[in-house]
């Protein structure tokens, strides 16, 4: 008889038990993996004389910064648009922006803007969250495993405003209305190829907060007409040829 507490007590820890609901298996977190960097020749500028970091990554060498050269100081170039952007001017950290113009022919002395066939030979050699691995773990979430160091520079357009169709370029002209305008800046970085997608689209890539991946997109190199007009500045790293 005196078996039945103890009888008892385990059948409520059992209907207890089984009545707990089971959370749901969370997959751990997936270790950064282990550095692999190789450092290149620093590579100096010899049109401003700022040196730059540069990384071997596979058969490529990439710069690991992104360019920075201010270009109005270097070449007396007539033109509509600036030749770049700066967000704050904060150069030495993120680079500066460049409209595709001038980011197809911007890059020093034995080094070129890359193709997207260069960008793609570079995430598949990365492989598996490559933009996690190609991420800077300084001012960003990334592992930088290869130390190409990419920064969250976001994007820019130097455009007019204007909700009507009826104001034209001239108006915006006269009237000063265009404008630097910035985004994404801290959430994402973007940078040009020199491989175009259509007679006004340029391939791009992108990293972002959102997702572990390099994503390959387009952007109009040309005038675009959406509330106002806008030309779209984003970052350049250049190749070795």
């Known amino acids: 008889m005196k078996s039945k507490p103890l009888a008892l007590a385990a059948l409520t820890i059992v ?21 692999n960097i190789i ?19 596979g058969t490529q060498t990439w710069m690991a910064e992104n360019l920075n050269l201010d270009i109005e100081n270097v070449y007396v170039i007539e033109d509509l648009i600036p030749l770049s952007l700066c967000n704050s001017c ?8 460049y409209p595709f113009s001038v980011a ?23 492989g598996i969250n490559a933009g996690k691995k190609l991420k800077s773990n300084y001012v960003w979430d990334g592992w930088d495993t290869y130390g190409f160091s990419a920064l969250s520079a976001g994007s820019g357009y130097y455009g007019c405003s204007v909700n009507s169709t009826a104001y034209t370029i001239y108006y915006c002209e006269i009237n000063n209305l265009w404008m630097n305008s910035f ?13 175009m997608a259509s007679g006004s689209h340029a391939y791009t890539r992108r990293v972002s907060s959102e997702n572990d991946d390099v994503i390959r997109e387009t952007e109009n190199i040309n005038l ?16 070795k040829d």
Do not use: M
């Open 15 to 35: 209907f207890a038990l089984s009545c707990t609901e089971v959370p749901d298996y969370i997959e751990p977190p997936e270790p950064p993996p282990e550095s």
């Open 39 to 57: 450092y290149g020749d620093d590579l100096v500028d010899s049109r401003d004389g700022q040196t730059y970091k540069t990384v071997v990554i």
């Open 90 to 97: 904060n150069y030495s950290e993120i680079g500066r922006l």
């Open 104 to 126: 197809d022919a911007i890059c020093p002395e034995g080094w070129h803007l890359p193709s997207d066939g260069e960008w793609t030979q570079l995430t598949n050699y990365v």
């Open 183 to 195: 985004f994404r800046v801290g959430d994402a970085g973007e940078w040009w190829t020199s491989t």
């Open 224 to 239: 675009v007409e959406s509330n106002g007009y806008r030309f779209y500045y984003h970052s350049v790293r250049c190749i």
